[in-house]
């Protein structure tokens, strides 16, 4: 093994990937070669510092933007309403939820508010039954 096919395996290495003779292959250089080691060392270190950084939430319609940036075909007409009111395909869902619980409530306040008062002595247990 040299120094180009360690960089190549590297991340299968730190994937844990490797095994039987290639592992043993690429142990044995980073043993023997004190750059590569020191390769090795240095990714292994960013990768720590990069798991500590706080995850960042990408701006509202940024795929949709993307994709129309650097796409040749003309956007859908679904991709275009998303992209103008910067919305992301994942929170189509959340937001028909909320239009439904929205729904519901104003439902809900308007039948507990203006309601018709039920007929006094036409209760629903006294209605005749109906027959053919
Ligand atoms: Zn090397």
Redesign the pocket.
């Known amino acids: 093994?040299?120094?180009n096919d360690?960089?190549n395996q590297l991340g299968d290495y730190l994937d844990n990937h490797l095994s039987g003779a290639p592992l043993d292959a690429f142990e044995q250089?980073?043993r023997?070669?004190?750059?590569?080691?020191m390769?090795l060392e240095n990714v292994k270190d960013s990768m720590v510092l990069l798991r500590q950084l706080p995850e960042v939430e990408p701006p509202a319609g940024l795929a949709g933007r993307i994709i129309a940036a650097t796409s040749d075909a003309p956007a859908k007409p679904l991709q275009r309403l998303f992209s103008f009111f910067h919305l992301e395909r994942e929170l189509v869902p959340h937001l028909l939820t909320a239009a439904l619980v929205v729904l519901f409530v104003v439902s809900a306040g308007y039948n507990f508010f203006f309601r018709q008062p039920d007929v006094p002595g036409a209760s629903r247990a006294a209605a005749p039954a109906w027959s053919p």
């Open positions: 093994m040299n120094c360690f960089e250089h980073r023997q070669c004190p750059l590569c080691a390769l």
